[in-house]
């Protein structure tokens, strides 16, 4: 079993920053894929950021230039560092991370943005 610990969370005004962080524990060989996706009540899960192992990126249009996602794969931990947040970024965000061709995702941490 993989376990993910998720932290960095939390109430920042608009235009300000945060970092998230992801580590993964348990029974893990390799992590290939790292990502963050989030969700608003009622609403699909989506995509903000992933990165491969070897350090490739891809970002959703509504974070690109305002979010950078990085890992250190000895600690099998990942962040997404965030600046310029809007109110519209609010949502859980949830870690995401592959072993094997297995997806395993965080409980979660909330984001809110107030203006």
């Known amino acids: 079993q993989v376990q993910l610990m998720e932290s960095g969370g939390g109430l920042v005004q608009a235009g300000g920053s945060l970092r998230l962080s992801c580590a993964a524990s348990?029974?893990?060989?390799?992590?290939?894929?790292m990502g963050w996706y989030r969700q608003a009540p009622g609403k699909q899960r989506e995509l903000v950021a992933t990165?491969?192992?070897?350090?490739?990126?891809d970002y959703a249009d509504s974070v690109k230039g305002r979010v950078t996602i990085y890992r250190d794969n000895d600690k099998n931990t990942v962040y997404l560092a965030m600046n310029s947040l809007r109110p519209e970024d609010t949502d859980v965000y949830y870690c995401?991370?592959?072993?094997?061709?297995?997806?395993?995702w965080g409980q979660g941490t909330q984001v809110t943005v107030s203006s």
């Open positions: 990165t491969s192992r070897g350090g490739s990126t």
């Open positions: 995401r991370v592959t072993v094997f061709f297995k997806a395993y």
């Open positions: 348990g029974s893990i060989v390799s992590i290939s894929a």
